[in-house]
């Protein structure tokens, strides 16, 4: 009793002192804001004489104080841009996308842990409870090699800048001292939270200590979005700059400077793609381990462990879409010249590879389910109808892939009397693309439907009804989705954007209402069968691999996109890159560098699951016997 | 069921008949005719009714005792979408679009045909068959492939590699990026925030609304709405400009941009590309209206640098227009095909 008490006792005391490393950064930060508009530097500027020099916010159009020095002209040459025989940028592009696939993963596996944990904690079910947290401590486990990885790759970027932009970088360390420090100081904690949450899984792994520990995973994941978040601000600020003149004087407002045009969409935008690429890589991870696996043990294992991590992965990748709608929707708004560089100018193909990428996200999330409806008796009844929602989904990603403007010789433009073609060009547009995707992610649904209740069949009353009401649902949703596709060419611009949120609260309600109906009606459902784990073919396998490889080569692409789009500004309309490669590479350079950086990732990653594996055949017989094998799993679950 | 999947068999066979006397030239390709304004989704009802059509006809084969194979069935599939944008869809489709087409589609075909294990077995059947060659014929055509196939990629590769007189294939920026402003006739514009002056309601004032209610009907036709006649003398504010704006346009564009913007003006087609459509929803309908004041004011010689290859012969009519007239044929336009400009409120 003394002991567990003991126990309690120490476990709050260390989630009391995670709370502290979280709030730290926050305290020893409290000064730096005061630095704006009323005090020290104005205080002083004061004291000296009339001499207070003032500035007008680029985006906010406030006035402040100027409290730091102009943004540097650079100009080519060893003092502002020292190289090696190699092109600089090629060099930060590399550090850069490491160090940030590496930070996305370690950022959303804990998030991973936290949701698995729980399900954990709050199923009835004690096999599955105890299969959910072995689960959890898995993914942890794989995270906590690339953590150290992350770190690496991020000083190795620090250096990268330093050494070969050193104007750039001191400029930007100018205005975000404060923010860099903190961003530090937070690392430090997540680094002291995410051992002890780790370290202390076995000590804390039953009742009240169960819920201390499960505490302590919100309280990494806060401290990682945090992180994130600061990072992001760079970036934003980079993009779409604020709390500075027009010279690029920092008027001390930090809050300007995070809170810059793109801050917020960029934030949610990454979360939730960190979550899906997460997702994707623990299920290539699972499904790598599942073509490898000897026994079926192990097979119906790492079967399960892909299903959820393709699930989870899958959940945010559903609104993914629709928030980065909204940060294009900023990125207009800002500068329409922005927007149209990136959807209808210089970048526009770029989004079309990247449409082509989604794309291949939700058709290979689609194929995944209905090979996994194959280790379902009774599923069989569905088969059948797959090949229609084969064709919904492809009609979708047609017409979601057609670009604009169409690549083409000098003769095939002439055949074609113009340069728009006046059957595929409406394709070409958003109102037409809004309901190819938004068909494809409703088909989706479907399909998870479909699996959901691949082996059981309803016994409620009301159960015809039910499924009336279903199909009359989705085929009303569909109707809309089309409709309203149709519907925007009819209506202004201003509308027509207004248009997505009826689009995407139709796919929405279908996710969200049918999802629920569907768990009323399943209820005490008559189960055809067990689900057979393992039992799945090896090419639903591959699938996940190839979720995987699209999620991380869309992440890069992306990357590229969004760093692009300053064209040659270090800081837009600030900050001139005046480097010999402050030119747009062409798409072929891009889309190489990309695939090696893929490549270079999924090397440096299986090495990392190498070393997972290391770790795990110390682990003692005893522990293991918490692994799920061919414990069946309990249809309800899903 | 059965008189719905007959139906759809009827369909299917009525649909691939025609598609084969369009490739072979024996029924005229107008017979079942792309029409104007409805042709996109046209073209996904058609595809969708031989889906349906096929469906049927496999089905009632299955039902009459002759299954049509499941590896045949999945080859036929991707060989009539291949045929049916080459032959089907007009103007021809370029190659690179086709090319994307072609490869989502054979995606498709793979996820249709390996769906569950049991059509999965049924489809690559032949083809082990094939691998297996247990039987003569398998054995002299595995023989075949073995020759055929080496000769069929060298056949590839070497007309990829060979050097070619055609002229290379053109990444072109329709819409590059704009200015932020822009300076005509010295007097600066901030295109973000910059208005039509002759976009006005009765009272002269400012009214996207008013003007928008004004504007000829979409869809075929595009028919004048009733007592917004421009051409009517008694006209003031925006009907008067829009015809004012006409003037310009057919003294002016038309010899390009063509008397009904579908770019197919008398001088159209000495170009390449031709001028553009403003009657297509990809062009002016997509735009800022402070978008067109500059390319217009600049013309092709303004293009910035991501304009590449900057082809666009129109001329920079700040040289020969004021800058009322510029706006006013910019009212004309989005006036004449129904279009309202893009507005970020």
């Not at chain 1, 939700?362 to 088969?383: H, I, P, V």
């Not at chain 1, 989904?393 to 003769?411: D, E, K, N, R, W």
């Not at chain 1, 009303?476 to 949120?501: E, K």
Request: aromatic share 16%; charged share 15%.
């Amino acid at each position: 009793m003394g002991l567990l008490t003991g126990k309690r006792v120490f476990s709050i005391m260390a989630l009391c002192m995670m709370v502290g490393l979280l709030l730290l950064p926050i305290v020893i930060a409290l000064p730096s804001p005061a630095i704006g508009e009323e005090a020290p530097a104005g205080d002083a500027a004061k004291k000296d004489g009339d001499k207070v020099e003032k500035g007008r916010d680029v985006y906010y159009k406030t006035e402040g104080i100027v409290v730091g020095a102009p943004a540097p002209k650079t100009t080519d040459g060893p003092k502002d841009y020292p190289r090696y025989n190699f092109e600089s940028r090629v060099l930060i592009w590399f550090a850069n996308q490491q160090h940030l696939y590496y930070g996305s993963f370690v950022l959303a596996v804990p998030i991973f842990c936290m949701i698995i944990e729980f399900m954990g904690v709050v199923t009835k079910d004690k096999a599955l409870a105890k299969r959910y947290d072995q689960l959890a401590y898995d993914f942890i486990k794989i995270s906590l090699t690339a953590y150290s990885l992350t770190a690496i790759l991020g000083g190795i970027l620090i250096f990268t800048f330093l050494t070969l932009y050193p104007a750039f970088f001191g400029y930007l360390s100018s205005i975000f001292r404060p923010v860099m420090h903190i961003y530090a100081l937070m690392f430090v904690a997540e680094s002291g939270t995410l051992y002890i949450y780790y370290y202390g899984w076995d000590k804390m792994k039953e009742g009240f200590l169960k819920w201390i520990h499960l505490s302590m995973s919100v309280v990494l994941n806060i401290i990682g979005t945090l992180l994130m978040f600061l990072a992001n601000s760079w970036i934003g600020f980079m993009m779409s700059p604020a709390g500075v003149d027009e010279q690029g004087r920092y008027l001390g407002n930090i809050w300007h400077v995070i809170h810059t045009a793109l801050w917020n969409p960029l934030n949610l935008h990454r979360i939730l793609g960190n979550m899906a690429f997460g997702g994707g890589v623990v299920a290539a991870y699972a499904a790598y381990k599942f073509l490898a696996a000897k026994t079926d043990e192990d097979r119906a294992h790492y079967d399960w462990m892909g299903y959820i991590a393709m699930a989870l992965g899958v959940a945010f990748l559903i609104p993914l879409p629709f928030a980065g709608y909204w940060l294009m929707r900023e990125v207009y708004a800002y500068r329409q010249q922005m927007g149209i560089t990136l959807m209808g100018g210089l970048l526009a193909w770029l989004f079309i590879i990247q449409a082509t990428m989604i794309g291949i996200l939700f058709l290979s999330s689609n194929y995944y389910l209905w090979q996994a409806m194959g280790r379902m008796r009774g599923a069989e009844k569905y088969q059948r109808y797959i090949k229609y929602l084969v064709f919904l989904l492809i009609c979708g990603f047609l017409v979601f892939i057609t670009p604009h403007t169409m690549v083409m010789s000098p003769a095939e433009l002439k055949a074609m009397g113009g340069q728009q073609h006046p059957v595929l060009g409406n394709f070409g547009v958003m109102s037409a693309k809004n309901g190819g995707i938004n068909v494809m992610i409703t088909t989706t649904v479907l399909s998870f439907i479909w699996y959901m209740r691949g082996n059981k069949v309803s016994t409620v009353s009301w159960a015809k009804f039910g499924n009336i009401f279903m199909g009359v649902f989705f085929a009303c949703a569909y109707i809309n989705i089309i409709w309203l596709a149709i519907y925007g060419y009819y209506i202004p611009a201003n509308v027509r954007v207004g248009l997505s949120v009826p689009q995407v609260a139709t796919t929405l309600s279908c996710l969200f209402f049918m999802f629920a109906l569907n768990s009323v009606m399943m209820r005490g459902a008559k189960q055809m069968g067990a689900i057979e784990w393992g039992k799945i073919s090896v090419r639903s396998q591959y699938a996940l691999i190839m979720l995987a490889t699209a999620f991380t080569w869309m992440m890069a692409l992306m990357g590229y996109i969004r760093s692009s789009v300053r064209l040659f500004w270090h800081v837009n309309e600030i900050m001139r890159d005046n480097s010999p490669w402050a030119y747009t590479h062409t798409v072929g350079f891009a889309a190489n560098m990309i695939s090696f950086n893929v490549l270079f990732f999924w090397i440096s990653i299986l090495f990392v699951f190498w070393m997972g594996s290391l770790g795990a055949k110390k682990v003692p017989v005893e522990a293991k016997a918490g692994i799920p094998g061919s414990v069946p799993q309990p249809a309800a679950s899903h | 069921m059965k008189a719905l999947m007959s139906l759809g068999a009827l369909v299917g066979v009525i649909g691939i008949l025609l598609l084969g006397g369009m490739i072979f030239n024996v029924v005229p390709s107008t017979t079942v005719r792309l029409v104007e304004g409805y042709m996109p989704m046209q073209m996904l009802f058609e595809l969708t009714c031989f889906v349906a059509g096929f469906a049927g006809l496999s089905y009632m084969m299955n039902a009459m005792g002759m299954p049509f194979p499941r590896f045949w069935q999945g080859i036929g599939f991707w060989a009539f979408i291949l045929l049916y944008l080459k032959y089907r869809v007009y103007p021809p489709i370029p190659f690179s679009v086709r090319a994307m087409y072609g490869t989502v589609s054979l995606v498709a075909v793979f996820m249709w045909v390996s769906a569950s294990e049991e059509d999965w077995k049924k489809f690559k059947q032949p083809i082990m068959n094939v691998l297996d060659a247990q039987g003569g014929m398998n054995k002299l055509l595995r023989y075949a492939y073995l020759v055929l196939l080496p000769i069929l990629i060298g056949g590839f590769s070497y007309n990829a590699m060979v050097p070619k007189s055609e002229e290379p294939i053109e990444l072109r920026t329709v819409h590059p990026a704009p200015p932020a402003s822009t300076k005509v006739h010295g007097k600066t514009y901030t295109l973000q925030t910059s208005q039509n002056p002759y976009r006005v309601n009765q009272e002269g004032k400012y009214d996207q609304d008013y003007t928008n209610a004004n504007i000829v009907e979409q869809g075929m036709g595009r028919l004048m709405k009733p007592n917004a006649n421009p051409w009517d003398d008694k006209n003031k504010g925006y009907l008067k400009y829009v015809r004012e704006g006409g003037e310009i346009f057919f003294q002016n564009c038309h010899f390009c941009h063509g008397d009904n913007l579908n770019g197919r003006g008398l001088h159209a087609f000495a170009f390449n590309p031709i001028p553009a459509n403003f009657t297509d929803p990809g062009t002016i309908a997509q735009l800022q209206e402070t978008f067109i004041f500059w390319r217009v004011s600049k013309g092709g010689i303004g293009l910035p640098n991501e304009g590449f290859p900057w082809a666009s012969v129109m001329p920079p009519w700040e040289q020969h227009l004021t800058v009322d007239e510029i706006w006013k044929v910019i009212l004309f336009e989005y006036w004449h095909t129904g279009y309202y400009p893009r507005t970020w409120d």
